[in-house]
DNA sequence: ATTGATAACGCAAACGTTTTCGTGTTGAAA
DNA sequence: TTTCAACACGAAAACGTTTGCGTTATCAAT
């Protein structure tokens, strides 16, 4: 086993000091020609590379980018880190992952022992947790020791920093206006709880579209669904919500529901209690995901560009990082959705 | 904005020296009580963090794991990190991901940036394109490096380390054997090409099950899937052979998929040409994942059990980190599958 | 008064780089 | 022969830690 070598091994089995080598495998022309391509020679077949550690110490940057999500078994947020890694490995940076479970004391454990140096900036997206407790204290500090942060579709005004969104409200807003096009008069929509910024500007959507096409809104139509039903061993919880919602609300011809989980719940749910899709019933997700892919049927979506979310992200960070400026100016970038009709609605 | 203190601002700021600072926040008894509250107070006052790469230069270990897989956009692979993440996260180790995209060159620029001390040790599995070629220097190179490796899934023995599989011949045997139990007659298989070693593995246990069957196999009905087809925008032409399959092979009772992406275009192709599911066609695929549990009909899957692959994989790694000895023998742990039924089987 | 122990701290090296600033040697010009 | 560039290289500091060892100062014991 021959473990890596460095320059002062280098340095050592060719009798020139270290600062020699070092300026002669950059070329440097303080360097003899003839002492150069002795050393170039030795480095090459001994597979020399300088050892990274060191550079970030000495460079007081360590070219990594700290990722820190909510969950990663998840389409939208795996699609996004595939956007961030691309960014990331055209501009040399590595891609550390933190997954905070939804967790407020993972995210805090996951940004203190990254933000020691390890990483040069951070691209998050806040956990259930943190936004319900409404504490950022963490991240705020973070920021204010001049860890340049970007934050991603869950954002939260309080948290000063750069951040990437897409347009909620417009993207609900256009599913409504296709359902209402498609002869939908009883639209509902299952979203989650306020506290989480998306669910809460989708609900805004579609009450907008509601309102601009004078279809009085229906608090019964409306099903904020309990975090805790997401996980996979409580599918039968949401189930008995939607199908509460639809047996009490007879004449739902429409659903949107603010994630794939949720709509795909929302077809088998009709279909089980008799109801055609997209006859009877038309339904709208939300993530172009592998599930609206394949569900039976097609499910239409707005799609949320997630990987262009991610690429945005990485390219607004890697931009702080470069220009060493304190730009005091902070960017948020909103990303266009875009709808995906398939069989699910007409 | 108040940047990150060390040791030698403090040491400045309260007129002690560096080591004095250092040994003091360490509660060595070689300083005075007195130094130590008044060193303690003000680090954490200023809330002082030891710097992370200075102590791997130090150290010369980082206290990170380096993962590379061939996509992260994937149920399966996804999940192994979250079983990766949460044994480092457990040991203190954080994870950097690399995605290699299926590519060789992007495997090799992955393992070599990463192996230049940004890392203690890797967890991988191996690309398509890695695997066609053959080629697996730059895997050697780095073991013989004294960098140590453990590889998941796609394992090749011509690399000699540790490794977690799961027990695909033994998967598919006995998920063979439970459409025999159902009734089937005429079973096909949809696989990937022999190069990737679980398609071929799984094909052997069909194989092995037919034959202790004492039915004869055919090579009409085992399906090899060009690796084109699996990227979204080729689904058509999947969908095409799969359809060919069928067309060509009438009495096709069961079908086994090496993943679920084959297996639910198993099913709506066969519900496209009019075949009951599971009534005329019973379905199994691989990978008990979000599309298995949200098909319709549920899909009946041999499950992998992805997330013991992780953390069994970073148990081997970090065991093997901290334990200095060279122990030159290497583990291969075999992760047993699961059979989860659902509707696609009768 | 001398010795020796102990307490409390600082020095310096080490990890592997890069880079600034010498320094010694050559050769040519004066 | 002296002087001065130019050339080729080395020493040392710096990044932020940790740690073995050396160095004081104090005080008790002889």
Not at 155 to 159: G, K, P, R, S, T
Not at 164 to 175: L, P
Not at 206 to 219: C, F, G, K, Q, T
């Given at each position: 086993?021959?473990?890596?070598?460095?320059l002062?091994?280098?340095?050592r089995?060719l009798d020139?000091?270290?600062?020699?080598v070092?300026?002669a495998l950059?070329?440097?022309d303080?360097?003899s020609?003839?002492?150069?391509?002795?050393?170039?020679?030795?480095?090459?077949?001994?597979?020399?590379?300088?050892n990274?550690?060191?550079l970030?110490?000495?460079?007081?940057?360590?070219?990594?980018?700290?990722?820190?999500i909510?969950?990663?078994?998840?389409?939208?947020?795996?699609?996004v880190?595939?956007?961030?890694?691309?960014?990331?490995?055209?501009?040399?940076?590595?891609?550390?992952?933190?997954?905070?479970?939804?967790?407020?004391?993972?995210?805090?454990i996951?940004?203190e022992?990254?933000?020691?140096?390890?990483?040069?900036?951070?691209?998050?997206?806040?956990?259930?947790?943190?936004?319900?407790?409404?504490d950022?204290?963490?991240?705020?500090?973070?920021?204010?020791?001049?860890?340049?942060?970007?934050l991603?579709d869950r954002?939260?005004?309080?948290?000063v920093?750069?951040k990437?969104?897409?347009?909620?409200?417009?993207?609900?807003?256009?599913?409504i206006e296709?359902l209402?096009?498609k002869?939908?008069?009883r639209?509902?929509?299952?979203?989650?709880?306020?506290y989480?910024?998306?669910?809460r500007?989708?609900?805004?959507g579609?009450?907008?579209?509601?309102?601009?096409?004078?279809?009085?809104?229906?608090?019964d139509?409306?099903?904020?669904?309990?975090?805790?039903?997401?996980?996979?061993d409580r599918?039968?919880?949401?189930?008995?919500?939607?199908?509460?919602l639809?047996?009490?609300?007879?004449?739902?011809?429409?659903?949107?529901?603010?994630?794939?989980?949720?709509?795909?719940?929302?077809?088998?749910?009709?279909?089980?209690?008799?109801?055609?899709?997209p006859?009877?019933i038309?339904?709208?997700?939300?993530?172009?995901g592998?599930?609206?892919?394949?569900?039976?049927?097609?499910?239409?979506?707005?799609?949320?560009?997630?990987?262009?979310?991610?690429?945005?992200?990485?390219?607004l960070?890697i931009?702080r990082?470069?220009?060493?400026?304190?730009?005091?100016?902070y960017?948020?970038?909103?990303?266009?959705?875009?709808?995906?009709i398939?069989?699910?609605t007409?």
């Open positions: 086993m021959k473990r890596k070598i460095t002062k091994q280098i340095a089995e020139v000091s270290v600062s020699t070092s300026k950059k070329d440097s303080e360097i020609d003839d002492t150069k391509q002795k050393i170039q020679a030795f480095a090459k077949l001994y597979n020399y590379k300088p990274n550690i060191a970030s110490l000495k460079n007081r940057k360590t070219k990594t980018i700290g990722v820190i909510p969950e990663i078994v998840h389409y939208f947020f795996s699609k880190i595939q956007g961030i890694e691309n960014i990331a490995l055209k501009h040399g940076y590595n891609v550390i992952i933190g997954v905070s479970n939804e967790s407020f004391d993972n995210e805090v996951n940004i022992t990254l933000a020691n140096g390890s990483i040069d900036g951070f691209i998050l997206s806040l956990s259930k947790e943190t936004l319900q407790k409404q950022y204290h963490h991240l705020n500090e973070t920021i204010s020791q001049g860890m340049p942060v970007v991603f954002v939260i005004d309080a948290i920093c750069d990437v969104i897409i347009d909620d409200i417009n993207g609900a807003k256009e599913a296709l209402i096009s002869g939908c008069k639209i509902a929509i299952i979203t989650t709880e306020d989480i910024s998306v669910g500007l989708r609900l805004e579609y009450l907008r579209a509601l309102n601009e096409n004078e279809i009085e809104s229906n608090d139509l409306i099903l904020k669904v309990d975090d805790r039903y997401e996980s996979e599918l039968d919880l949401l189930d008995t919500a939607i199908e509460r639809l047996v009490n609300n007879p004449g739902i011809d429409g659903v949107l529901a603010v994630n794939e989980l949720y709509a795909v719940s929302a077809m088998r749910v009709a279909r089980k209690l008799g109801c055609k899709i006859d009877e038309q339904v709208i997700g939300f993530t172009n592998v599930l609206s892919r394949h569900a039976t049927p097609g499910l239409t979506t707005v799609a949320q560009n997630a990987q262009k979310i991610g690429e945005k992200a990485a390219d960070l931009k990082l470069e220009t060493e400026q304190e730009e005091e100016s960017e948020t970038s909103v990303i266009d959705t875009r709808l995906v398939r069989e699910s007409k």
